[in-house]
């Protein structure tokens, strides 16, 4: 039978990292692989032409980040700048990410 105490110390924002938080870490998700640029693009028009919601896995941006997963809707991307704005309307997220940047990208 179990006992009801807490053996085990628990972060008090445990439940709004899961709930709220757009990001996943290095410890919740898989490495997927590095998709060829022609592919990127590919999906990244298909996602801005059909406003689909997207999960963008992006690269390390330093030797001591982890990977790192971003969802949301492309909303522009300026022609003047490599930028890619990426949207989330759930949590009010915006991102900016660079095409370079962009690991994989799935369908959530």
Same mark, same amino acid.
């Given at each position: &039978?179990? $006992? ?5 110390? #628990? ?6 990292? $899961?709930? /709220?938080?757009? /990001? ?8 997927? %692989?590095? &998709?060829? @640029? @022609? !592919? +990127?693009?590919?999906? +990244?028009?298909?996602?801005?032409? =059909?406003?689909? =919601? ?12 982890? /990977?790192?997963? #971003? ?8 022609? =003047?700048? %490599? !930028?890619?704005?990426?949207?989330? %309307? +759930?949590?009010? &997220?915006?991102?900016? #990410? ?9 369908? %959530?």
């Amino acid at each position: &039978m179990k $006992k009801n105490t807490l053996e085990e110390q #628990v972060h008090p924002f445990t439940f709004l990292q $899961k709930k /709220f938080f757009l /990001f996943n870490t290095t410890n919740e998700l898989a490495l997927l %692989p590095q &998709m060829p @640029e @022609e !592919q +990127l693009t590919y999906f +990244l028009n298909q996602a801005f032409t =059909k406003k689909r =919601k997207i999960i963008l896995q992006l690269n390390q941006l330093n030797y001591d980040s982890d /990977f790192t997963e #971003v969802t949301g809707y492309i909303r522009s991307t300026s022609s =003047k700048r %490599p !930028q890619i704005i990426l949207e989330n %309307p +759930l949590n009010r &997220m915006t991102y900016l #990410v660079l095409p370079s940047d962009i690991r994989h990208i799935r369908l %959530p």
